[in-house]
Nanobody, 120 residues
Framework: QVQLVESGGGLVQAGGSLRLSCAAS????????MAWYRQTPGQQRELVAT???????NYADSVKGRFTISRDNAKNTVYLQMKSLKPEDTAVYYC??????????????WGQGTQVTVSS
């Protein structure tokens, strides 16, 4: 079955950088658009960046010019390079397909996510 394992989060000062990774398994990775999402407590999950199977890119306005999504189909891995981080980027970051994997009953699969905390 689908498994997504995010890593690379941590605590960083404003202006710093982090690179997130997401190892995927259980589906034909190269055929799926992939995305990074983020969520803060009490807020809905937000779509941050997407990359199609042919590597077409799309970004939320809030991260354009600072974040770069990429993928390695040979490694079944999607990345998010984050630069010039701001305190408002603090969130739990998740990867998933775009749209997210539907596991039935109105539910979607989500991994454990990785916490990114940006201090001012």
């Amino acid at each position: 079955q689908v498994q997504l394992v995010e890593s690379g989060g941590g605590l960083v000062q404003a202006g710093g950088s982090l690179r997130l990774s997401c190892a995927a398994s259980g589906f034909i990775f190269r055929l799926h658009s992939m995305a990074w999402y983020r969520q803060t407590p009490g807020q809905q999950r937000e779509l941050v960046a997407t990359i199609s199977g042919s590597s077409r890119l799309n970004y939320a306005d809030s991260v354009k010019g600072r974040f770069t999504i990429s993928r390695d189909n040979a490694k079944n891995t999607v990345y998010l390079q984050m630069k010039s981080l701001k305190p408002e980027d603090t969130a739990v970051y998740y990867c998933n397909a775009d749209p997210p994997f539907n596991i039935g009953g109105g539910n979607y699969y989500w991994g454990q996510g990785t916490q990114v905390t940006v201090s001012s």
